[in-house]
């Protein structure tokens, strides 16, 4: 029994930092020398609303700090704004942070261990078709001692925040994608490539696969290309004459809506000719494309910053969470 909880924690550990890494968590307030560590597992929950019965389910959370941590539980209702933020929505009777039941709703994790949250779906009024959506948000409680000895005025407290995302769908859920086209900004900075993405259905809809930078002078054509076999391990050889290449961003774009899909490009281009090739596909939709772009020297020149360098002893508050 020992042997499995060991085995759980470390499996939670490892999936908890990778969540981490893709932004899922949600930086409140915290002291300059301590960082929120914890792992969710897993991030998001899809699940039926006009069955009989409401069926329980559970999450994982994972200490991955090196001190005891409490954390409290609650809802809150989300949407999308223009520029993909999220965004918290009103209570109303539809609301499906209302219907959901949470246990425990407060709780102390030790260092390196785990603890199983559960929770149901229990609609007080019959919920209208189509997608619902809420997060279940677990908050670290900041803890006595570290309030009690703040180590300078400059110090911010941050507390961490993990949103697992819970979608509700009644009825029958028709999910239409277009990708209306694809562009690549070379003149602002980074290369990013924007997907000018509609979902015209009652489901939202999202983009899975990866793309790859190659010289123009070496790309063999859309057709010729395929996706790169374990490209989420550091060890993976990229292809012959392949720049660089990463997964294409899975944020959701929210039903009857439509939005502007950032891909920022971390490699530095030097001025030349080059496409970016993506094999893919949103919604079940392939995309098959290799985008032209050209990085001239004015490009690829670093920009100076316009004010010096923030004090290291403060931190942006960033937010972030699974969707």
């Known amino acids: 029994m020992m042997n499995k909880q060991i085995k759980l924690t470390k499996t939670l550990r490892n999936v908890g930092l990778s969540i981490l890494a893709t932004a899922s968590a949600v930086a409140l307030a915290c002291n300059s020398t301590s960082a929120i560590s914890i792992g969710v597992s897993p991030p998001r929950f899809e699940l039926k609303l006009d069955q009989r019965r409401s ?3 559970s999450f994982q959370v994972v200490n991955n700090g090196k001190k005891p941590s409490t954390f409290r539980i609650y809802t809150q209702d989300w949407t ?3 520029k993909n933020n999220i965004k918290a929505v009103p209570t ?3 609301s499906l942070s209302s219907s959901i039941v949470v246990n425990p709703v407060r709780f102390t994790i030790p260092p390196g261990k785990a ?3 559960r929770f149901s779906v229990r609609p007080r009024v019959q919920p209208k078709s189509g997608e ?6 677990i908050e670290e409680v900041p803890s ?18 993990f949103g697992v995302a819970v979608y509700g769908y009644v009825g029958e859920i028709k999910r239409v994608a277009s990708l209306n086209k694809i562009t690549v900004d070379t003149k602002t900075g980074p290369v990013q490539a924007n997907f000018d993405i509609s979902s015209q259905g009652n489901g939202y809809v999202r983009m899975a696969g990866q793309y790859a930078i190659w010289p123009a002078a070496k790309y063999p054509g859309a057709n010729a290309t395929k996706q790169i076999a374990n490209l989420e391990k550091k060890t993976t050889k990229l292809p012959e004459n392949v720049l660089s290449a990463g997964f294409l961003p899975r944020s959701p ?10 891909l920022r490009i971390p490699q530095k281009l030097t001025p030349g000719q080059y496409v970016l090739d993506i094999n893919g596909e949103l919604n079940g939709i392939k995309i098959d494309q290799g985008i032209p772009f050209s990085v001239s020297v004015l490009a690829s020149t670093p920009r100076k910053p316009l004010t010096s360098p923030a004090d290291s002893s403060r931190r942006n508050i960033i937010p972030r969470r699974t969707r």
């Open 132 to 137: 619902h959506r809420a997060f279940i948000f």
């Open 55 to 57: 069926s329980t389910q």
């Open 144 to 161: 006595e001692d570290r309030d009690a000895s703040p180590k300078s005025v400059a110090d911010v407290r941050v507390v961490g925040r």
């Open 80 to 82: 999308l704004d223009e």
């Open 253 to 262: 774009i929210l039903p009857d809506t439509r939005r502007q899909i950032p």
């Open 92 to 94: 109303s009777e539809q």
């Open 115 to 117: 603890q199983s949250v």
